[in-house]
Each structure stands twice: as C-alpha cells, then as structure tokens.
C-alpha cells in the first residue's frame, strides 16, 4: 500500500532565503509525482508534474526532483517571498486509475 | 479558458440528510476524480470517471456515489450524511484516460454537517 510522507508539517523562513521541501513515499512503482500549492480554504492549483521516467522539472524558483529508488522528492524554493506562504502538498500516482496519493503537506511561512 | 468548476462552494446539511456536489472539468478534459481533504489531512481519493465510466473506486462507503454525464460533467452524491463527513469536497480533472496525465484540481465545495 502507497503511502506518502512530508516533513517538515510545518516551516517558518525568513523573506529571501532558499529552502527545501521533502516528500517520500514507500512505493517506487509510481507512474508520477505532482506537486501543489494549496493557500487557506482553496483548492489544489498544480506546481509540477515528474513522470517516472524524469528526475527533475523546472518552473521560475521552483525545482522538484524526483529519485524513485529512494522513494524521495524535493521541492525546491529559490529566493522565497511572503506570497510563497501556503501548505505545500506532493502526491504519487499509483495503480492504474490516475488515483493520486497524498501527503499530509507541509505549511510554509515566509517572513517579510 | 475556465480551470475547474464547483458548485455549491458552500453548504450546510444535517445528519441524515442527501447532498450533491457539481463538477465542470477543463474544455477538453474527458476524466473527472473527486477527493475529499478532511481539515488538516491531505485529499482522499473517491472516485475516477473517464468517458462516463468508473475508471476507480477510493475506500468509502457505499453511501457515496458518483457519475459523469456526456457533456464530462459530474456529480458526487453523498446519501445519510454523517458529521465525519464534514470535508473540502474537490473535483480534478485530467486531458484523457491516461493514468500519468495532470491533475488540475477545482477550489473545492465545502459541505458542513450539523
């Protein structure tokens, strides 16, 4: 059975700094891993998306990485803002109905 | 182009009592999953629609239902609610039947049950 773990829950940085999400999973039969932003009382919006045949993906200051025989991913945040404060959520597609299986999130805070 | 739509995004139900949560996927998307996020947890998955059948089947209660209609569309039906159910109800929905497509999620509707 997938399961998915993120640590920190929670982390509190100071504006501009450079920082790294974990998330790990017991599975490595996975066919991707997603990451999301998910700000207070909203929805998911999508960050990036790893197939399982990629190790990394690139948008602006963000970069995840992907290492399976580990059963790791990294988000990384470059030059962090206050608007960058939200709870960060990684999920592993499993199986073989598009079920994504989540983990608990970690919240972020970035001081001005 | 619209992302994800919800609707209701707010309701209150008591016990016992039947609620049905709408989703509008993504122009074009033809698959529709549905989570439910209890406060503090990460989404569970409920259901996957592709093509108006069911692609998938999370562990819940046979109270919990689901369709697609031809226009992709979808309803979650939830029958005898019960306070456990209070939840972010979020619908996702992805370009085709491939299981390695992205998921673009809806802001969610939020049932209450007294």
């Known amino acids: ?112 | 182009d619209a992302g994800v739509t919800q609707s209701p995004t707010h309701l209150i139900k008591t016990r016992g009592q039947h609620v049905t949560l709408r989703c509008s996927p993504i122009s074009g998307h033809k698959s529709v999953s549905w989570y439910q996020q209890v406060l503090g947890q990460g989404p569970q998955f409920i259901f996957q629609y592709y093509e108006k059948e069911e692609r998938g089947r999370g562990n819940f209660p046979d109270r919990f239902s689901a369709r697609q209609f031809p226009n992709y569309s979808s309803e979650l039906n939830v029958n005898a609610l019960l306070l456990g159910d209070s939840a972010l109800y979020l619908c996702a929905s992805s370009l085709g039947g491939s299981y390695t497509g992205e998921l673009f999620f809806g802001e969610g509707s939020r049932l209450t049950v007294l």
């Open chain 1, 1 to 112: 059975k997938q399961e998915v773990t993120q640590i920190p829950a929670a982390l509190s940085v100071p504006e501009g700094e450079n920082l790294v999400l974990n998330c790990s999973f017991t599975d490595s039969a996975i066919y991707n891993l997603q990451w999301f932003r998910q700000d207070p009382g909203k929805g998911l919006t999508s960050l990036l998306l790893i197939q399982s045949s990629q190790r990394e993906q690139t948008s602006g200051r963000l970069n995840a990485s992907l290492d399976k025989s580990s059963g790791r991913s990294t988000l990384y945040i470059a030059a962090s803002q206050p608007g960058d404060s939200a709870t960060y959520l990684c999920a592993a597609g499993s199986g073989n109905t598009g079920k994504l299986i989540f983990g608990q999130g970690t919240t972020l805070q970035v001081k001005p």
